[in-house]
T-cell receptor, first 117, second 117 residues
């Protein structure tokens, strides 16, 4: 069975601090995808990144970076120089890779990030 | 190009009643997935519809049923409502048939907030 664990329930930082959100996953599949979503107070899930299990390269997009380590089954997300607008709940998710291309997503419980001015 | 839309935005029902939630997928998408997000939790997969049939189902009782119409829009029905059914119900649409080599992104709607009293 697939499982995603986000051990940090809530994190509070001061603006401009760097913050890392942890994600640990479990799966028996050899091919899978990992995701991060952002959920602002409005409720809509905003896609941030998708990672294929074959691609362990770290990725940077502006102030966001992701560290995928298959050896520790982790897919951590770092926000550099955090801003108040980064305040939201962040979800890590896992999906099998199948021929349909749109398998169900298994989500963690989320980490609520509060960035204070 | 409209994204995923859901109606209604909010809904209040009493225990034992039945409810129908509606979802219109993003233009060009043919697959609809439904998720339940209880307060403080991550979304949980309910089921997925493709070609007007339920293709995958999560661990939800038969009280939860759905339908997909020829225009790809979808309904989620919940019978005999329980207090525990109070949640944000998210609809996600995607395009099927990407094959093994890629993943078709699931785009989420803003959700329907269901309160059961």
């Amino acid at each position: 069975a697939q499982k995603v664990t986000q051990a940090q329930t809530e994190i509070s930082v001061v603006e401009k601090e760097d913050v890392t959100l942890d994600c640990v996953y479990e799966t028996r599949d050899t091919t899978y995808y990992l995701f991060w979503y952002k959920q602002p107070p409005s409720g809509e899930l905003v896609f941030l990144i998708r990672r294929n299990s074959f691609d362990e390269q770290n990725e940077i997009s502006g102030r966001y970076s992701w560290n995928f380590q298959k050896s520790t089954s982790s897919f951590n997300f770092t926000i550099t120089a955090s801003q108040v607008v980064d305040s939201a709940v962040y979800f890590c998710a896992l999906s099998e890779a199948k021929s349909s291309g749109s398998e169900k997503l298994v989500f963690g419980k989320g980490t609520k990030l509060t960035v204070n001015p | 190009d409209a994204g995923v839309t859901q109606s209604p935005t909010h809904l209040i029902k009493t225990r034992g009643q039945q409810v129908t939630l509606r979802c219109s997928p993003k233009s060009g998408h043919d697959t609809v997935s439904w998720y339940q997000q209880a307060l403080g939790q991550g979304p949980q997969f309910i089921f997925q519809y493709y070609e007007e049939e339920e293709r995958q189902r999560g661990n939800f009782p038969d009280r939860f049923s759905g339908h997909q119409f020829p225009n790809y829009s979808s309904e989620l029905n919940v019978n005999a409502l329980l207090l525990g059914d109070s949640a944000l119900y998210l609809c996600a649409s995607s395009l099927d048939g990407s094959g093994w080599s890629s993943y078709n992104e699931q785009f989420f709607g803003p959700g329907t907030r269901l309160t059961v009293l």
